[in-house]
């Protein structure tokens, strides 16, 4: 099993920044993909990021240029550098991890709450 803890979520000023981190422990054999998710009231869960164990990374649209993400393979940690935030509704940021192995799995962090106010 692999346990995923998040930190870094609050309360942030529009334009200001907000740090993520995701470290994963447990019996980890590998990680190929590492990520996060959030979600907001009403919508959908969507991808923010995610970066590949060969640092390859994809943002979604609404995001690229102003957060960046990376990871640490010797701590297992990934992060979430997220700049010029703007004002939108509150939404929970969810790490997620895709190990490799023989049979790779997918786990997912408790949530961590980031709020943007104008």
């Known amino acids: 099993q692999v346990q995923l803890v998040e930190s870094g979520g609050g309360l942030v000023q529009a334009g200001g920044s907000l740090r993520l981190s995701c470290a994963a422990s447990g019996t980890i054999f590998s990680i190929n993909v590492m990520g996060w998710y959030r979600r907001a009231p009403g919508k959908q869960r969507e991808l923010v990021a995610h970066?590949?164990?060969?640092?390859?990374?994809h943002y979604a649209d609404s995001v690229k240029g102003r957060f960046t993400i990376s990871r640490d393979n010797a701590k297992n940690t990934v992060y979430l550098q997220m700049n010029s935030l703007k004002p939108e509704a509150p939404a929970v940021y969810y790490c997620?991890?895709?190990?490799?192995?023989?049979?790779?799995?997918?786990?997912w962090g408790q949530g961590t709450q980031v709020t943007v106010s104008s």
């Open positions: 970066i590949t164990s060969t640092t390859n990374t």
């Open positions: 997620h991890v895709i190990t490799g192995g023989m049979v790779p799995s997918n786990y």
